[in-house]
């Protein structure tokens, strides 16, 4: 049984940090982080292969978000600055763990977190 348990949200001021992280219940492949606002579909932050050379991230989310991941490869983490009220979202990540082509936003998880709230005022 796979598990992924989100945690690390919260409520910030405007230009704030904060730091997501992902447990795995087992290191999977690819590890990525999503994010869905109220009325708004869900987007990709950004992912990470086990075996590669590191994340890959979605072009809206570029400069103040960083993923990166532990040495045992089964926690994942969204080190999250300069937030903006539009960052406001529930933050999911998500994961697979077969040897795939591309391990990115457009991929096809089929593991998922709870999501954890993510609320940045002004």
């Known amino acids: 049984q796979v598990q992924l348990a989100e945690s690390g949200g919260g409520s910030v001021q405007a230009g704030g940090s904060l730091r997501l992280s992902c447990a795995a219940s087992r290191s999977p492949s690819c590890m990525a982080w999503f994010r869905q606002a109220p009325g708004k579909e869900r987007e990709g932050v950004g992912a990470i292969y086990k075996h590669g050379d590191g994340p890959v991230y979605a072009d809206s989310v570029k400069g103040p978000f960083t993923i990166s991941q532990d040495n045992a490869k089964s926690t994942l983490y969204l080190q999250m600055n300069s937030l903006k009220p539009e960052d406001t979202a529930m933050y999911y990540c998500?994961?697979?763990?077969?040897?795939?082509?591309?391990?990115?936003?457009?991929?096809?998880?089929?593991?998922w977190g709870q999501g954890t709230q993510v609320t940045v005022s002004s």
């Open positions: 998500a994961a697979d763990y077969v040897v795939i082509i591309s391990c990115n936003t457009q991929h096809r998880y089929p593991y």
